[in-house]
């Protein structure tokens, strides 16, 4: 087969990131838009060693667990790429996926159906949306997947509504103040990006542009249209890296936070920091968390992996003690600051990774009885896994947003003496393919005692 041929064939499956595959004399290839049991008239559109990619020409049949309206922007830029697929088809597919990475990495456990969300769009409570020029005009939208093309786009789906009407409010604003998108091929132009972010209980709004250089800009119509602005910041970004802010920041109003509420707590929360970007499914998430732990009066917890917070803080009334660390430095001040703001006084927290505070709390004799951990992505450092599992906890609560990783980090643990007890995914991103869960590991020798 070569670029450009047509065949035929049936959707198998899906990848993990939600694209159709077919079979041809069983060399796989991806397509976007296509659903298990569907047949399709194909073309190459690339071909590579292990597989290729093709588009659908014509489709032979339908699943009838497609939604129809679909709109190609949100597949094409992965907004929202199982937007295709019914809601309750995503979350199958959600569990499935964690299923099957557990038990081909050789951990048997039972996964819980999926807790669904109420809302399937218009939740996100945070945006990153990149600012390019098209044909002379300064625009917003996204970029086509595993590029930096971008697709004007003015209803991003799955976001709070008011956010998508801040981002055209400051678009039209760059526009009319004649300021110039940036461009990557030759790192000039002055606007990057716009990051928005709106506390989901409390309305708050802060703005972050991130800006070449500061320039004046003139936001008092903006802020006299969304009273819900508590901050507006610049970031100066001068580099060419892949990471959304420069290092500078510059608050132009208000301040440089904002406040926003979790399961009673409030929480103050910077333009650093890492903030769950569905509010009400992170209640749910965390809640799941805290059944899982049993928590006792008499508790010493562990937050590792910490932000501003969030999961150490919502029960720091409910246990004796929390110790929490974190590496960005900025979101650990937001968490000393919310504990003051909560009325705690039984909480530490430090700034530093996982792997390097862990051991040091070991020798300092810290004896928690639960540890919970919500890595990043790439998951849990082999030596914090043994660590954490030497200081004896009776259980072990992991948070994870990759079920890849969280099951390499399974073995690791069951390995040291900890056995996996019970999943429970929940979907804090409905339309993509993202998972979120919940693994209970419990301790084998406090089990046999
Ligand atoms: N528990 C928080 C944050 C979870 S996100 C919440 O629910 O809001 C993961 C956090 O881990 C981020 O704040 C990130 O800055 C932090 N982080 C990344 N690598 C780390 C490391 N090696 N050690 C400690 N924290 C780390
Ligand atoms: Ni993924």
Redesign the pocket.
Known sequence: MQKNDIFEGEVVDLTHEGLGVVKSDNFPFFVENAMPGEWLRLRVTKIGKTFGFARVEEFLSKSDKRVESTNMDYLRTGIADLAHLTYDEQLKFKKHQVETVLSKAGVSVHVADVFPAEEVTGYRNKAQIPVRSLNGELTTGFFRKHSHQLLPIENFYIQNPEIDEIILDLRNLLRESGLTAYDERTNKGLVRNIVVRRAHKTGEIMIVLVLSKAVKIDFSQVIMRFPGIKSIQYSIKTDRGNAIFGKAFEVIYGQNFITDELLGKKFQISAQS???VNSTQAERLYQTAYDFADLKPTDTIVDA????G??GLCVADRVAQVYG????AA?VENAKENAALNGFSNVHYEVG???EVMPRWQAQGVRPDVIFV???RKGL?ESFVKTAAQMSARAIVYISCNPATFARDAVRFEEAGYQLERVQPVDLFPQTHHVELVGKFINNEKVSN
């Open positions: 890492f903030y769950q992996y910490s932000g501003i969030t999961v660390m974190e590496v960005v979101a990774t996982a792997e919500d890595p990043p450092d």
